[in-house]
């Protein structure tokens, strides 16, 4: 049972365009969802979120909208730069369960 | 450093053999999650701690798997009699639950090679 899902496993953007990530989820009772970066060799580390009652959250080069009758959410990375080149995770948290991960997009994104 | 502390960064075992990974978390953090990653998978969820008391295990966690966190600090992840099914990054993550909104501090990962 697959909560949380990435469909595309990779995205490549040129520098300074915009790079949209996608993620479906299934369950409705996500009361937060986040999105992760991974670069090789390290761990995941916290991006941006957004709670189930907002439908955009802004912070700086990131946005993240949510559309909860799709049950979708989008990561926007405008103007995209090399060093955004990683894998993004997006997760979902409901109440007191841990996070929950889908299964990532590789951005690369291209000077 | 002050951030989430992961040692060995690297195993390689044969199968069969114990493994055990240890966990120091950010200090002032009372949660603590173990999970696992595959390739091309994202971060799947083994267990938690609050404190020192295991509160959830994922079905993932077979017999083989114990994790403790004594005295709510750091944390050991043993994976008995290894099997090569169990190569795989394992993640060490803490927050500081007041409420639960999901941003979790992870460590580097223990890459466990199982020959």
């Known amino acids: 049972d697959q909560q949380v899902k990435q469909n595309s496993p990779s995205l490549s953007v040129q520098e300074g365009r915009i790079s949209i990530l996608n993620c479906d989820y299934t369950n409705s009772m996500f009361d937060y969802f986040l999105w992760y970066k991974k670069y090789p060799a390290e761990g995941p580390t916290f991006l941006i979120s957004?709670?189930?009652?907002?439908d955009k959250n802004e912070d700086g080069r990131f946005t993240v909208f949510l559309n909860k009758s799709a049950k979708h959410l989008s990561l926007h990375i405008v103007p995209s730069q090399p060093g955004d080149s990683a894998v993004y995770f997006c997760?979902?948290?409901?109440?007191?369960?841990?996070?929950?991960f889908g299964k990532g997009t590789r951005l690369s994104v291209i000077a | 450093d002050t951030g989430v502390s992961q040692n060995p960064r690297h195993k390689i075992t044969k199968r069969g053999q114990n493994v055990t990974f240890r966990c120091d978390p950010i200090?002032?953090?009372?949660?603590l999650y173990w999970y696992r990653q595959t390739l091309g998978q994202g971060p799947e969820f083994l267990t938690y701690f609050q404190n020192e008391a295991q509160l959830e295990k994922s079905r993932l966690l077979s017999d083989r798997f114990s994790a403790e966190r004594p005295k709510g600090s750091f944390s050991t992840l043993e994976i008995q009699r290894t099997e090569q099914g169990d190569s795989a990054m394992y993640l060490c993550?803490?927050?500081?639950?007041?409420?639960?909104?999901?941003?979790?501090?992870f460590g580097e990962g223990s890459r466990l090679t199982v020959l």
């Open positions: 957004i709670s189930s009652i907002k």
């Open positions: 993550a803490s927050s500081l639950w007041d409420r639960n909104t999901g941003e979790l501090f």
């Open positions: 997760a979902g948290i409901s109440g007191n369960t841990p996070l929950v």
């Open positions: 200090s002032e953090h009372n949660r």
